[in-house]
């Protein structure tokens, strides 16, 4: 398979936490994956901004369980990282 974005990082929004898995790897290598685990709080959530900056990541995707009148829905979304955090901090805010 070949590597389109070579820094990215996948998030599950939980409540509680967020679970960050980042993937870094260029075409012709195997990706490294490194996941971290934060606190919703707004402190932690610019602290996992900084870490997926400081991976170089430039693109997140994320995927959130709603409810929509009583029918669980999905919502899935791909973005920057710094966008993902306003994002989320909306959600849980």
Excluded at 4 to 26: E, F, P, W, Y
């Amino acid at each position: 398979m070949e590597a389109i974005v070579t820094h990215c990082a996948g998030t599950d929004v939980h409540q509680k936490n967020i679970v960050v898995c980042v993937m870094i790897g260029l075409p012709d290598e195997t990706p490294t994956a490194e996941t971290r685990s934060f606190p919703t709080t707004t402190k932690h959530l610019y602290e996992m901004l900084r870490w997926m900056e400081s991976k170089g990541v430039g693109q997140v995707s994320m995927e959130e369980q709603v409810y929509i009148r009583n029918k669980r829905c999905w919502l899935s979304a791909a973005s920057s990282p710094s966008r993902i955090c306003i994002q989320v901090a909306f959600i849980w805010g």
